[in-house]
């Protein structure tokens, strides 16, 4: 391969539904944030580098997972640059692997990869970094907008594409979504995902009402989509409420979640508030009348909270 640079930029995202079950084949509904990650390649290269430094696999072990499974050419030097939380639950591990993904793939290609092959290979890269994991926050990171995954197509929506892992299929399907007062916190405790997500499989695979909580996560992202569609602020607020309590009763909450939660919700118009991401720590997500007043009584309490303002942009690569 000659001298060759690529550049690569992914969003973060949050999760309005479906988390945790969505690993199990139940659907989600997510949206790309404005807040993104940026990975730049070089090569040749004398070694393999991330910010000047040689690759620490424990540090970056997302981006040393993608080399190990979709790179065989030689050296390579990168470089990082985040507008997000990392362990805030907010997407910037499937945002630096699909950035990360776009940009060897570009590399090698000498031209941008098609969408749907980084978001396969950003997946198999989140699974076997974290050991279990669903395409949905790489599928966010690649396809930015609203993205409903679900194991079948949906009419009415455009599907994007599919990915399947083992015995599970999703869907990836681009939605319109309605303007939303939503504000992200982030709690400041961090969380690793795949204790998260190990967390609530323990649970699952021991016990039918562990099992039963999914399904109830699951028919809650149907009603959400359903309320979307309407624009009905109330019944979503409702929903988001009731998914949070098979969060909490998953195992998934924190402390410092819920005393946010709790503050996003006496805040006087605010329809409902939820963990996002995998929680055990990580961020929350409010829908409210006054969002103003929902980031400045979170921020009284020392969350870093901004209003959820949803992007259009997914991944996005250039090379030269
Ligand atoms: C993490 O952002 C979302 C989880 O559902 C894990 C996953 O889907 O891979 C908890």
């Known amino acids: 391969m000659g001298s060759r ?11 309005l539904f479906g988390e945790h079950a969505v690993v199990y084949g139940e659907p989600s509904l997510s949206l790309a944030l404005h807040r993104r990650i940026r990975v730049w390649g070089d090569v040749p290269a004398d070694a393999t580098t991330v910010n000047r430094e040689a690759l620490d696999e424990h540090r970056f072990s997302y981006i040393a997972t993608a080399l190990r499974l979709h790179w065989r050419d030689g050296h390579v030097r990168l470089r990082t640059e985040t507008e997000l939380p990392q362990g805030g639950h907010v ?19 000498g031209t941008p ?4 092959d980084v978001a396969r290979a950003a997946f198999e890269t989140e699974y076997a970094t974290q050991g279990a994991a669903s395409p ?16 079948q197509r949906e009419a009415g929506a455009e599907h994007l594409w599919r990915i399947e892992k083992g015995e599970r299929a999703w869907n990836a399907h681009r939605i319109t979504l309605p303007d939303l007062p939503l504000v992200v ?8 995902t795949a204790d998260q997500v190990a967390k609530v499989k323990r649970f699952v695979d021991k016990n039918a009402f562990g099992r039963d909580l999914i399904q109830e996560i699951g028919a809650i992202t149907r009603e959400g989509v359903e309320a979307l569609k309407h624009r009905d602020l109330v019944r979503l607020g409702e929903l988001m409420n009731r998914n949070h309590t098979c969060l909490h009763t998953l195992g998934v909450d924190a ?11 006496r805040v006087p118009g605010t329809f409902g508030a939820k963990l ?15 969002p103003q007043a929902v980031i400045e009584a979170l921020q009284r309490m020392g969350a870093q909270a901004f209003p959820a303002e949803p992007s259009p942009r997914g991944l996005e690569v250039s090379v030269s």
């Not at 990869?113 to 749907?116: L, M």
């Open 5 to 15: 640079s690529a550049a690569a930029s992914a969003p973060g995202k949050v999760i």
């Open 91 to 109: 997407g910037s591990s499937a945002a630096l692997s699909t950035a990360t993904i776009g940009v060897l793939f570009a590399l090698q290609r």
């Open 113 to 116: 990869a098609p969408a749907a």
């Open 136 to 151: 949905n926050d790489t599928t966010v990171a690649t396809a930015g907008g609203a993205v409903l995954l679900s194991p």
């Open 185 to 192: 916190a982030h709690s400041g405790v961090r969380a690793r």
């Open 255 to 265: 402390p410092a979640l819920t005393r946010l939660v709790e503050a996003a919700r």
């Open 276 to 290: 996002t991401g995998a929680g055990g720590g990580g961020s929350l997500i409010a829908l409210a009348e006054r």
